[in-house]
């Protein structure tokens, strides 16, 4: 026998077997980040390390209500943290006393006939999906990944793949607060709408989100319809999208590799059946090497970023007649885009541009970016287009109108050199946002200057007010209170 | 000439830790190491039998595999592609040309010479090495490389200039 195997032929077989089995064994990294008391603090990114005093795990409200009229005597900042998928230190402060709201997850009841659920805040997405998919219901509008925690996700005002109930805040009719200065409240959509719109995208400034009840819908079954569509006529597409009902969910691919740079994408309509699935199972994360070596082969750029554009969009298009529920198509996964290169970072960004200015806005973004960025520094690895629908419900509102938000994959080194470039990059994609009367989004790490969020933003400075009067000794404090909303008072 | 597979066992032996902790940092998890090992091994013993079948004479070009490979390492870090994947080439490739040299090796009549002195030099380089705080392990890996492009470029020089003579002859 192991004579048999020192036969060169043999060693040949074996060397590229368990060459091709070592392809399958690259582990899927996972980022270091999170909350320490000895180490230092960082979110999702690691960009912003900060040494922080305390943690509270979140209990009951009484603590937390405790905590803030302590706080408040004692001239303590706090921030809240949920799973810190926000890119920009919103959880956290140099010092401070973070929250952190993890352990706070209860489902405490789901309404069949209301269709409603109320959940605590530090409960995931896919927390309320396993408590309502049992009684064939979903969430309204929920992100794409239910990685995370609701209280976060209404603290950016998050959005997702639903083209027809607008953000997340628009969907909550009732939540339970704590103000800054540490009253336990009861706000309602019907009676407190102005003053809900401070604590939904307010971005932890306002208090405490303690818990929440939420719209469902059913839990449709719908399916699947992938096109390849004309940049050139996407607007047009877009607007006879929204015309159909019978299109629950929509999103969009642009092309960011060399060969087709700005020039081909397609789409995923989600398409009623009028079925409703009762009791239909979550499907789980499932081939994530793969999709991580797809992902990874279109980060190496040039020719390589062509072949995995092709090769996602073959594979799109293949799903045409296949059908998911609605739960699941609010359940992408996650895990195969992690990335921990040393010395390296992929941060997220996004641009909200008016649905009418769409083209103008990519021949724009023609005239600058470079259309093959493989030696360059900072890596543009995807466009995704999602559909924000006029939003009402939040005061620091980035869709004052229907819009398609730009949702950007960028690499760049985490050097301070590294940093600056990416800052000059994302500076000028802002700028093209704004002169097509675009806004951009909050939760990332604050590559912006002072002038664009003003521009971007101009209500800013009634919000800031606004929280000086709530939090007169501005117990509510994080990395995005210093790097943008208390700029705007100068 | 008769030295320079010399240089190619004592520079292995030296750059070997730093080698491995280039591997341990790229491979992030013990199970990819481990495995990253095992394909070196096999690669080694079908680069051996490869040899022992051939009963090659001359291995210039063996300098010049192993001089890419530790340059790429060496370089690794400027290399703007997850060079995660690119390790199991480079595993191969080091792998099948340590086999292959080492098979030659063993039959040269001066082996026996170099295996003493690979022991006495290795020894006093890795003393002298350990005063080096300043350079990164890719560092030591590139210039190992470098040398070794040298040394395939002498080889070849003197594998032509003598089959030039056989043939004048």
């Not at chain 1, 569509?229 to 969910?249: H, P, Q, R």
């Not at chain 1, 996650?334 to 996004?350: A, N, P, R």
């Not at chain 2, 030296?14 to 096999?42: C, G, Q």
């Not at chain 2, 690669?43 to 595999?65: D, E, P």
Request: aromatic share 12%; charged share 20%; net charge positive.
């Amino acid at each position: 026998m192991f004579n048999y195997l020192k036969k060169p032929w043999v060693l040949a077989i074996l060397v590229v077997v368990i060459a091709i089995s070592a392809f399958f064994i690259i582990p899927v990294e996972k980022r270091q980040y999170g909350l320490s008391e000895t180490a230092m603090t960082t979110d999702y990114t690691g960009l912003l390390p900060e040494k922080i005093e305390t943690i509270h795990e979140a209990n009951n409200r009484e603590q937390l209500v405790s905590i803030v009229r302590q706080a408040n005597q004692d001239g303590k900042k706090i921030s809240i943290a949920g799973v810190q998928h926000s890119q920009g230190g919103h959880t956290y402060y140099k010092d401070g006393i973070v929250i952190d709201m993890k352990p706070f997850n209860k489902i405490l009841n789901v309404d069949q006939k209301k269709k409603t659920v109320t959940v605590e805040a530090g409960a995931l997405i896919s927390d309320i999906q396993q408590a309502v998919t049992k009684k064939g219901l979903a969430l309204k509008v929920s992100q794409s990944l239910p990685i995370f925690s609701v209280g976060g996700s209404l603290s950016v005002n998050g959005h997702g793949r639903d083209i027809r109930n607008g953000s997340m805040a628009s969907t909550v009719q009732k939540m339970t607060v704590i103000t800054p200065t540490g009253t336990l409240k009861t706000l309602t959509k019907k009676a407190n709408q102005q003053e809900m719109s401070y604590y939904l995208g307010g971005y932890g400034l306002f208090g405490i989100i303690v818990d929440v009840t939420l719209s469902l819908t059913d839990n449709e079954v719908y399916a699947y319809e992938p096109e390849e569509v004309a940049v050139s006529s996407y607007e047009t597409y877009l607007k006879n999208v929204l015309a159909d009902d019978s299109i629950a969910m929509h999103y969009a691919r642009l092309s960011v590799d060399p060969e087709h740079f700005l020039n081909e994408m397609y789409v995923m309509n989600y398409k009623k059946t009028g079925r409703v699935a009762q009791n239909a199972a979550l499907k789980e994360e499932t081939q994530i090497r793969l999709s991580k070596l797809g992902l990874d082969l279109g980060r190496q750029g040039g020719k390589a970023e062509t072949l995995f554009w092709n090769m996602q969009k073959d594979l799109f298009l293949k799903k045409t007649g296949k059908t998911i529920t609605r739960n699941n198509a609010m359940r992408s996964e996650s895990t195969f885009m992690e990335y921990t290169k040393k010395g390296s970072v992929e941060v997220l960004q996004e641009f909200f541009i008016p649905i009418d200015a769409y083209e103008e806005f990519v021949a724009h973004l023609k005239t600058w970016l470079p259309k093959d960025d493989q030696h360059d520094e900072v890596k543009l690895h995807n466009i995704t287009l999602r559909i924000v629908s006029k939003d009402e419900s939040t005061q620091l509102n980035y869709a004052r109108e229907p819009m398609i938000a730009f949702v950007l994959l960028i690499q760049h080194p985490s050097s301070e050199t590294g940093i600056n470039q990416a800052k000059t990059y994302i500076q000028k994609w802002t700028d093209t946002a704004l002169a097509h009367n675009g806004t951009y989004y909050l939760p990332y790490y604050p590559y912006q200057t002072t002038e664009q969020f003003k521009a971007a933003y101009p209500q800013a400075k009634h919000v800031l007010d606004y929280k000086l009067e709530q939090d007169p000794n501005e117990v509510f404090v994080n990395h995005f209170y210093d790097n943008y909303l208390q700029k705007v008072a100068n | 000439m008769r030295f320079l597979p010399l240089i190619v066992t004592v520079g292995n032996a030296l750059v070997f830790p730093y080698y491995i902790i280039w591997l341990k940092n790229v491979t992030l998890t013990f199970s990819l190491f481990a495995w990253m090992f095992a394909l070196h091994s096999f690669a080694a013993a079908l680069g051996y039998q490869l040899c022992v079948k051939k009963s090659t004479k001359s291995i210039h070009w063996i300098y010049a595999m192993y001089a890419l490979c530790f340059i790429f390492v060496g370089l690794s870090s400027f290399w703007t592609f997850d060079y995660t994947y690119a390790t199991v080439a480079v595993q191969i490739v080091l792998g099948f040309t340590q086999g292959y040299f080492r098979a030659w090796h063993v039959h040269q009549l001066f082996y026996t010479l170099h295996a003493v002195s690979n022991y006495l030099l290795v020894g006093f380089a890795m003393l002298g090495l350990s005063f080096i705080h300043i350079v990164t392990p890719q560092f030591i890996l590139f210039v190992f490389g470098c040398l070794l492009f040298i040394t395939f470029l002498y080889a070849t020089i003197h594998h032509i200039i003598r089959t030039k003579k056989k043939l004048a002859r």
